[in-house]
């Protein structure tokens, strides 16, 4: 994946100020620990103005869903547990032909409190000011790969926990 694609998205949701925090391997990354990746996760607040900016900034620049889902649809809640309980759907994934790079994976539901892991969230700048992003914390990352329970994922929490450790005054 190539910083600009990642970046064209951020920007996008900044500048129509969706309120969102990176999580998944570019977070671990952000944390310290360097490894690949493809693909970019990110845990929108899932309120309806939030889920309409969202689509709409990232239409904008050419991403769509792979699933035809609106803003509309996702931004129902019952509609969101139906998918999960039934299609054991996790993330609606967005692509775009412009940034063939980068798959950008959006959760349907929150992994964790949006509002206190965004007051706990890591500010970073891509750059500029328009760039700066949210990631999550080490302590959400470290929850959400428990739950996740892959193999790769028990390779990051190992270093996380280690990059955490050397944090502790």
Partial sequence: ?????????TNALNEAEVRYIVVGELAVI?????RSTRNADIVLEL???NIQAAFAALNK???NPTLPITS?????????????????????????DTYPDLKL?????HPFD??????????IHLGTKESEIRIASIPALISMKRVAGRPKDLVDIEYLEKIQNELKP
Wanted: net charge negative.
């Fill in 47 to 49: 309120i309806p103005e």
């Fill in 30 to 34: 952000a944390h310290g620990y360097l």
């Fill in 61 to 63: 620049i050419g991403f």
């Fill in 1 to 9: 994946m190539k910083t600009a694609s990642f970046q064209a998205v």
């Fill in 72 to 96: 509309e649809q996702f931004s129902n809640p019952e509609l969101r547990r139906q998918w999960q309980k039934e299609k054991n759907m996790q993330v609606l994934q967005f692509w775009a």
């Fill in 114 to 123: 949006f509002e206190l892991e965004w007051q706990n969230s890591m500010e």
């Fill in 105 to 109: 994976d959006v959760f349907i539901e």
